[in-house]
């Protein structure tokens, strides 16, 4: 049994859900939420706010893992500055007390939940409804997103992890490489 806090970080909006569970085992959600700041206040307060935010998530709920949305290029450079400063913060919330961060693309975490990389807002939040057993889909989007995000690493983390495992197997197993000698003549043996 693994609990992941999914962050879907945004300065305006951070989304924050708790799920806990195993890969191929049914799924209990344990808290969902967003953190809001002000559109209109200094970006440092800003910041400071989804801290505080984040770090209640993580004291009141102990995940053993924080997944994290994987920012990527959009078209507006705002959106991508805010989108990456809210998860900069959730990142060292983790890191400052030693839980390991996984951070998803958006389309790893469409496709681990819907089975569709393309998959929209609407698909991805009636998946996390059907995957967690509840009533409607969480409100706003970005709240289901973080719920995506948990669902995603508990999923993709045993698959992951035996893939790591035997590529160091692998590594440690295969024969050195033979190295050339150059013989007293001058030559290679």
Known sequence: MVRVLGVDPGL???????????????????????????ADAELGHRLVAI??????WLDEHRPEFVAVER?????NV???MGTAQASAVAMLCAARRGIPVALH???????AVTGSGR???AQVGAMVTRLLRL????????????LALAICHIW??????RLQQAVALHAKKAPAAPTARVTSKGRTA
């Not at 305006?12 to 969902?32: I, K, N």
């Not at 801290?51 to 209640?56: A, P, R, V, Y």
Request: aromatic share 2%.
């Open 105 to 111: 693309t958006p389309s790893e975490v469409k496709a």
């Open 119 to 121: 998959a929209d807002k």
């Open 51 to 56: 801290e505080q935010g984040i770090e209640q």
């Open 135 to 146: 009533d409607a889909p969480p409100k706003p989007a970005d709240a289901a997103d973080a």
């Open 78 to 80: 705002r959106t991508v």
């Open 12 to 38: 305006t909006r951070c989304g924050v859900g708790v799920v806990e569970g195993v890969a191929g085992r049914p799924l209990t959600m344990l808290g969902v939420g967003v953190v809001r700041t002000p």
């Open 156 to 161: 993709r983390a045993p698959a992951q992890n």
């Open 71 to 75: 920012v990527f290029s959009q078209h």
